[in-house]
């Protein structure tokens, strides 16, 4: 759980060093982890044991709320739903919370992310005038005298060379 969050449906599966070094921790034969958990019902009481032992719990209402909160607050951040996914996951396991299942967790990361673009245009509603909407819409449309849009030719850094060019220069 200290490593994933959670504990693998297929323990048997996981690499052997992981094994190796799970069994050093505990003090068992490596062998013995393998043939743990065989059973569906042994497998979920020892996993309950180990979760207990180590201080580790199930999420409850507020703690998924509380990770819904964190995940907006990054989200307001960060808009690649990768990181996001991976600070879910380390939030989890920092407030040793067993994590529940990823498809669980990319739900609530795309739900953070959608809550932070409706977040983000509430803030900048008031700045969209008019004359700020009509001059944006303007980099969109091709200019002849550079033969593409003035947005392409700002990312493609003419507007740095520009500024270079027109910058006085030390005598």
């Known amino acids: 759980m200290p490593w994933l969050g959670f504990v693998p449906d297929e323990v048997c599966a996981a690499p052997p060093v992981a094994v190796a070094r799970l069994a050093d921790q505990?003090?068992?034969?490596?062998?013995?982890?393998?043939?743990?958990?065989?059973?569906?019902?042994?497998?979920t009481e020892h996993l309950r044991?180990?979760?207990?032992?180590?201080?580790?719990?199930?999420?409850?209402?507020l703690e998924s709320k509380e990770l819904d909160e964190f995940l907006l607050a990054r989200a307001m951040e960060h808009d690649s739903p990768t990181l996001l996914f991976r600070l879910a996951c380390e939030y989890l396991i920092s407030?040793?919370?067993?994590r529940p299942g990823p498809v669980t967790v990319v739900e609530r990361v795309a739900h953070a992310r959608?809550?932070?673009?409706?977040?983000?245009?509430?803030?900048l509603a008031h700045e969209f005038t008019d004359e700020r909407c009509a001059a944006l819409d303007k980099l969109?449309?091709?200019?002849?005298?550079?033969?593409?849009?003035?947005?392409?030719?700002?990312?493609?850094c003419g507007g740095c060379r520009l500024a270079r060019w027109r910058r006085p220069r030390p005598r």
């Open 95 to 98: 407030a040793k919370v067993i």
């Open 49 to 61: 044991l180990a979760a207990r032992y180590l201080g580790w719990r199930l999420p409850t209402a």
């Open 114 to 123: 959608a809550e932070a673009q409706r977040e983000t245009y509430d803030r």
């Open 26 to 43: 505990l003090g068992v034969d490596s062998a013995v982890l393998r043939s743990c958990g065989g059973r569906a019902k042994t497998r």
């Open 140 to 156: 969109l449309v091709v200019d002849p005298e550079v033969k593409m849009t003035r947005l392409r030719w700002l990312s493609s």
